[in-house]
């Protein structure tokens, strides 16, 4: 009978809604039904639930209100104090005649809040199962907020970290043109120092400013070629414009202009080495189209370099002991690769590096070690041009084997161990490679040459210990002729044998002393563009040579040269470990 009076509440783990059947607690439900909607409402577009649970508040809401306005019509708007027992009834207005009527109509009325009551129960069930629904789509929601957070975090720190290394690279890139541009300069005031100890007077020299980088040279290097760009500049034909400070500016690539400038400086006689990546290459020939030199790349091959003038380097590389990029320590063997740079075999940084002849690093690999890509006291360096490969083929002396590397330094294969058996090897110390990919080794104390076949296989040893011909005392220093027989320097017989490639002696040249035509310990041997035989020894000289043996001429050199190699142009290069540096004559 008293349904109207009865709370009926709902409770999940996030929702509570309690419904009231007095006036009071009707207000409060409508209150709780508004604030329900409101914080719901930015819920409607995630789940229909939502929208669901809105409208089962104001379901709950109009039951209540409705049973709240009957209690009032029962009851003459004073219900209050009996539904409560909190008030007093008025015995005056109730006769004993009554009571009858009055309690068939109390039965009477009671169904209509009990049929509420129950559709309270059912608004209230169903108002519990929405309840948890929105509770597992809410959480289902946050957990989407914190992929999606998750994902933006994750993907902006990315783009910060690609924006740092660009940054980086950047500087980098900034760091090595500074390197490049500082080595540059050493190297030209290397070779100022040089050209100055031939008497030169101050009007001689030209500084210039091109593209940015500082240049030193003198007027007669810039006029070697008449008739061309810079023959009429600086002939004193037409007046020059310069800076502040004297220096001639021009507005062209600086990279093309060193290759140019150095060229001139060898004589415009010989052939200028043109880049082998295509860009370079075109670039280059864009730049002697300018400068009236386009028929540099064309020059015939000069009939062979007048050693008769040697007197000094034009430019050293190296020079300050030590272990940084571009600091040499023992550098013991020297090459030249496809682009003109110089290849050095440091023993005691146990490393290779590949630098230009300004002196910039171009890459370096290798440390201490006998693993694959280690190495332990490099003695010997050559890069095979011959078959095109542009390998790196090292002696790795006190590893006794041989290590092969792709032109950017990376490990291809290692071939040999210590011992005496074919494809062993005892200290070897010099390397050469033959047009069809056959690698000839100084095995030093074996005291014999062996061939290899380009898969790494022993095919041939030549000669053993002693001093007879075909025999060797610590072979020191191999290379190829013209003919391809091998030239190999005997050290410890003082001597120079040229051999077949089937092992049968050609020829053998030298003996012990240091006159012209003997040898002090010979360490170095290689073949110029003309077939002329080049030679240095402990007792720091260079002597060239006859294809047959016979001598041409000896130069001093300043420091222990430990290996020796002659570029495409004649272009002479002593690996002075003495002095951890290498010098270009």
Same mark, same amino acid.
């Given at each position: $009978?008293? !349904?109207? !009076?009865?709370?009926?509440? !709902?409770? %999940?783990?996030?929702?509570?809604? !309690?419904?009231?059947?007095?006036?009071?607690?009707?207000?409060?439900?409508?209150?709780?039904?508004?604030?329900?909607?409101?914080?719901?409402?930015?819920?409607?577009?995630?789940?229909?639930?939502?929208?669901?649970?809105? =409208?089962?508040?104001?379901?709950?809401?109009?039951?209540?209100?409705?049973?709240?306005?009957?209690?009032?019509?029962?009851?003459?708007?004073?219900?209050?104090?009996?539904?409560?027992?909190?008030?007093?009834?008025?015995?005056?207005?109730?006769?004993?005649?009554?009571?009858?009527?009055?309690?068939?109509?109390?039965?009477?009325?009671?169904?209509?809040?009990?049929?509420?009551?129950?559709?309270?129960?059912?608004?209230?069930?169903?108002?519990?199962?929405?309840?948890?629904?929105?509770?597992?789509?809410?959480?289902?929601?946050?957990?989407?907020?914190?992929?999606?957070?998750?994902?933006?975090?994750?993907?902006?720190?990315?783009?910060?970290?690609?924006?740092?290394?660009?940054?980086?690279?950047?500087?980098?890139?900034? $760091?090595?043109?500074?390197?490049?541009?500082?080595? &540059?300069?050493?190297?030209?005031?290397?070779? *100022?120092?040089? /050209?100055?100890?031939?008497?030169?007077?101050?009007?001689?020299?030209?500084?210039?400013? /091109?593209?940015?980088?500082?240049?030193?040279?003198?007027?007669?290097?810039?006029?070697? /070629?008449?008739?061309?760009?810079?023959?009429?500049?600086?002939?004193?034909?037409?007046?020059? =414009?310069?800076?502040?400070?004297?220096?001639?500016?021009?507005?062209?690539?600086?990279? *093309?202009?060193?290759?140019?400038?150095?060229?001139?400086?060898? &004589?415009?006689?010989?052939?200028?080495?043109?880049?082998?990546?295509?860009?370079?290459?075109?670039?280059?020939?864009?730049?002697?189209?300018? +400068?009236?030199?386009?028929?540099?790349?064309?020059?015939?091959?000069?009939?062979?370099?007048? +050693? *008769?003038?040697?007197?000094?380097?034009?430019?050293?590389?190296?020079?300050?002991?030590?272990?940084?990029?571009?600091?040499?320590?023992?550098?013991?063997?020297?090459?030249?690769?496809?682009?003109?740079?110089? /290849?050095?075999?440091?023993?005691?940084?146990?490393?290779?590096?590949?630098?230009?002849?300004?002196?910039?690093?171009?890459? =370096?690999?290798?440390?201490?070690?006998?693993?694959?890509?280690?190495?332990?006291?490099?003695?010997?360096?050559?890069?095979?041009?011959?078959?095109?490969?542009?390998?790196?083929?090292?002696?790795?002396?006190?590893?006794?084997?041989?290590?092969?590397?792709?032109?950017?330094?990376?490990?291809?294969?290692?071939? &040999?161990?210590?011992?005496?058996?074919?494809? =062993?090897?005892?200290?070897?110390? #010099?390397?050469?490679?033959?047009?069809?990919?056959?690698?000839?080794?100084?095995? +030093?104390?074996?005291?014999?040459?062996?061939?290899?076949?380009?898969?790494?296989?022993?095919?041939?040893?030549?000669?053993?210990?002693?001093?007879?011909?075909?025999?060797?005392?610590?072979?020191?220093?191999?290379?190829?002729?013209?003919?391809?027989?091998?030239?190999?320097?005997?050290?410890?017989?003082?001597?120079?044998?040229?051999?077949? *490639?089937?092992?049968?002696?050609?020829?053998?040249? &030298?003996?012990?002393?240091?006159?012209?035509?003997?040898?002090?310990?010979?360490?170095?041997?290689?073949?110029?563009?003309?077939?002329?035989?080049?030679?240095?020894?402990?007792?720091?000289?260079?002597?060239?040579?006859?294809? %047959?043996?016979?001598?041409?001429?000896?130069?001093?050199?300043?420091?222990?040269?430990?290996?020796?190699?002659?570029?495409?142009?004649?272009?002479?290069?002593?690996?002075?470990?003495?002095?951890?540096?290498? #010098?270009? +004559?």
């Amino acid at each position: $009978a008293t !349904t109207a !009076t009865a709370t009926t509440a !709902t409770t %999940t783990p996030n929702h509570r809604v !309690t419904h009231g059947g007095s006036a009071g607690n009707a207000g409060t439900t409508a209150g709780s039904g508004a604030s329900a909607s409101s914080r719901n409402t930015d819920m409607d577009g995630l789940d229909p639930n939502a929208g669901r649970l809105t =409208q089962l508040v104001a379901e709950v809401s109009a039951e209540l209100r409705a049973m709240h306005e009957e209690d009032i019509a029962q009851h003459g708007g004073d219900g209050d104090g009996e539904r409560h027992g909190g008030g007093t009834t008025s015995t005056s207005t109730t006769t004993n005649d009554n009571d009858h009527d009055n309690g068939k109509n109390r039965d009477d009325d009671a169904g209509g809040p009990a049929r509420r009551g129950s559709k309270l129960l059912a608004l209230a069930d169903e108002l519990q199962r929405v309840c948890e629904q929105l509770d597992t789509r809410s959480t289902e929601v946050q957990a989407r907020l914190e992929k999606f957070e998750a994902d933006a975090k994750a993907e902006t720190q990315a783009r910060l970290d690609h924006l740092e290394a660009d940054v980086k690279a950047e500087l980098e890139a900034s $760091a090595a043109l500074a390197t490049a541009d500082r080595a &540059g300069m050493v190297c030209e005031r290397r070779w *100022m120092q040089a /050209v100055n100890g031939q008497g030169l007077r101050a009007s001689d020299l030209v500084h210039l400013n /091109v593209g940015g980088r500082p240049f030193c040279t003198t007027r007669a290097t810039l006029c070697a /070629v008449q008739g061309s760009f810079l023959d009429a500049m600086f002939s004193g034909r037409h007046p020059l =414009q310069t800076i502040d400070d004297g220096t001639v500016f021009l507005d062209r690539n600086p990279d *093309m202009f060193e290759l140019i400038l150095d060229w001139l400086r060898h &004589g415009a006689n010989t052939v200028l080495t043109l880049p082998s990546d295509p860009t370079r290459c075109a670039l280059l020939k864009h730049e002697l189209e300018f +400068y009236g030199l386009e028929r540099a790349a064309e020059s015939p091959v000069p009939p062979g370099r007048d +050693y *008769m003038t040697l007197v000094r380097p034009e430019m050293c590389l190296g020079g300050d002991v030590g272990s940084s990029p571009g600091q040499f320590r023992d550098p013991c063997g020297v090459s030249v690769d496809a682009d003109g740079n110089v /290849v050095v075999a440091e023993r005691n940084n146990h490393r290779i590096q590949v630098l230009t002849r300004r002196g910039e690093v171009v890459r =370096q690999f290798g440390r201490q070690g006998n693993r694959e890509g280690e190495f332990s006291k490099p003695w010997g360096v050559t890069v095979d041009l011959a078959t095109g490969s542009g390998n790196f083929i090292v002696a790795d002396c006190f590893n006794h084997c041989i290590r092969i590397h792709d032109p950017k330094g990376n490990h291809i294969k290692t071939i &040999g161990r210590e011992g005496s058996e074919p494809g =062993q090897f005892k200290y070897p110390c #010099s390397v050469a490679v033959t047009k069809e990919g056959k690698i000839i080794v100084c095995d +030093y104390n074996n005291h014999r040459l062996q061939i290899l076949s380009p898969e790494g296989e022993t095919t041939l040893c030549i000669g053993a210990r002693g001093n007879s011909i075909g025999q060797f005392q610590n072979p020191r220093g191999v290379t190829l002729d013209h003919s391809g027989n091998i030239v190999c320097a005997d050290m410890k017989n003082a001597r120079v044998q040229i051999l077949s *490639m089937d092992g049968a002696v050609l020829r053998s040249f &030298g003996s012990h002393g240091t006159g012209c035509g003997q040898f002090d310990n010979p360490r170095g041997v290689a073949v110029d563009t003309q077939g002329n035989i080049l030679v240095v020894d402990a007792s720091k000289r260079l002597q060239i040579f006859t294809a %047959t043996g016979d001598f041409i001429h000896s130069i001093p050199v300043g420091g222990d040269v430990a290996g020796l190699a002659v570029d495409k142009h004649d272009r002479i290069l002593l690996a002075e470990a003495s002095r951890h540096r290498v #010098s270009i +004559y």
